[in-house]
Antibody
């Protein structure tokens, strides 16, 4: 069974940093593209970042230069390093596999003073 | 960037009646590999999104056959043949044809029981 479990969310002040993790199991992790998608409470889905199976990386314009995605195949995990956080980054962050066939439950990031 | 536009944004439906959601893209979703990368997702209240349909018309495992997807190019439709109570939620279309570099979602359509 495919499982994706996010962690690392929390409350952070504007300008602060957080590192989200997504632990994967139930599939051959190294073979898959992986994604972060966020959702502001009561709003729609927003793609944030992707990392290919070859570790190529892609970012939405709204986070480019502030967020860094990475993966660690030996640990079946990938990450989102978020710096210079803004109030508008407040959202639930989901990790997802492949063509978003599977999603984690999400981790809440709140940016507030 | 590719813009995905869904309609309607709110869809009240009587139980047992059909429902249809439209999704239009600002650019063709036909990839250079020949496939069309248009997915549909369902998000029930309090849950993570769940993929229902991939590449326009392929149902994911466990998805009831009352759900169907169709369309081509820039114009796509999700149909529910007979709405059930468990279908309440928000439905999103998503394009992956222009990934990399980006994935785009529609605004979402809220389906409710009338």
């Amino acid at each position: 069974e495919v499982q994706l479990v996010e962690s690392g969310g929390g409350l952070v002040q504007p300008g602060g940093s957080l590192r989200l993790s997504c632990a994967a199991s139930g599939f051959s992790f190294s073979n898959f593209n992986m994604h972060w998608v966020r959702q502001v409470t009561g709003k729609g889905l927003e793609w944030v970042s992707s990392i290919g199976s070859g570790a190529d990386t892609y970012y939405a314009d709204s986070v480019k230069g502030r967020f860094t995605i990475s993966r660690e195949n030996a640990k079946n995990s990938f990450y989102l390093e978020m710096n210079n956080l803004r109030a508008e980054d407040t959202a639930v962050y989901h990790c997802a596999r492949g063509w978003l066939a599977d999603w984690g439950q999400g981790t809440l990031v709140t940016v507030s003073s | 960037d590719v813009v995905m536009t869904q309609s309607p944004l709110s869809l009240p439906v009587t139980l047992g009646q059909p429902a249809s959601i439209s999704c239009r893209s600002s650019q063709s979703l036909v990839h250079s590999d020949g496939d069309t990368y248009l997915n549909w997702f369902q998000q029930r209240p309090g849950q993570s999104p769940r993929r229902l349909i991939y590449k326009v018309s392929n149902r994911d495992s466990g998805v009831p056959d009352r759900f169907s997807g169709s369309g081509s190019g820039t114009d796509f439709t999700l149909k529910i043949s007979r709405v059930e109570a468990e279908d309440v939620g928000i439905y999103y279309c998503m394009q992956g044809a222009h990934w990399p570099p980006s994935i785009t979602f529609g605004q979402g359509t809220r389906l409710e029981i009338k």
